[in-house]
């Protein structure tokens, strides 16, 4: 993986609660004034119009490509016309605007090689996808007894020991 700017996965089984983790994580490390960028990979159809808007009648006419900015925000769409071909992360970050990101966090892509935390909820089985991924540098878990195994445990709960953990990582990325 190619970047000037770190990138840290977030890869588990879904139902883990990997978008929920980022929405705590990311207010608190904006408090710590760490800009962050996110890539979220969706493994079904997903829409981000509304029928009836402007911009899905567009779409829906033919546009292959379509921009919709305005003073706050802009969003590109892309259509795919082959269905089966799955997004790689490189090319997507090479989109991203880095100029004032500090960070790059990753929904998914779990296997990419990259590094990553691996989720886990203790009611869903002990974590497995490290056993097969060496750029899983650590898991987070709601059940923090480490095994000889398994790389470095963070609570999952325990946010501002997880938001340490990553400036961690910032810090090793840019040394």
Excluded: C
């Excluded at 004034?33 to 899905?56: L, R, T």
Aim: charge should be negative; avoid cysteine; glycine fraction near 4%.
């Amino acid at each position: 993986m190619r970047s000037a700017i770190p990138v840290l996965g977030f890869a588990a089984f879904s139902g883990t609660g990997k978008t929920t983790l980022l929405t705590k994580l990311i207010p608190a490390l904006k408090n710590k004034e760490i800009h962050v960028a996110v890539i979220k990979h969706a493994h079904h159809n997903f829409d981000i119009d509304k029928p009836g808007k402007d911009s899905y009648q567009i779409r829906e006419a033919g546009a292959e490509e379509i921009i919709i900015a305005s003073a706050k925000m802009m969003a590109l769409m892309r259509k795919h016309h082959d269905g089966l071909i799955e997004p790689e992360l490189q090319p997507l970050i090479q989109r991203l605007d880095t100029s004032n990101i500090d960070l790059i966090l990753v929904e998914g892509f779990k296997h990419e090689n990259f590094p990553k935390i691996e989720l886990n909820r203790a009611e869903l089985g002990p974590p497995t996808l490290f056993k097969e991924d060496p750029h899983i540098i650590a898991i987070a878990s709601d059940k923090t007894d480490s095994h000889a195994d398994m790389p470095l445990v963070l609570d999952i709960n325990n946010i501002p020991a997880m938001v340490e953990f990553i400036e961690q990582f910032i810090f090793s990325w840019n040394s």
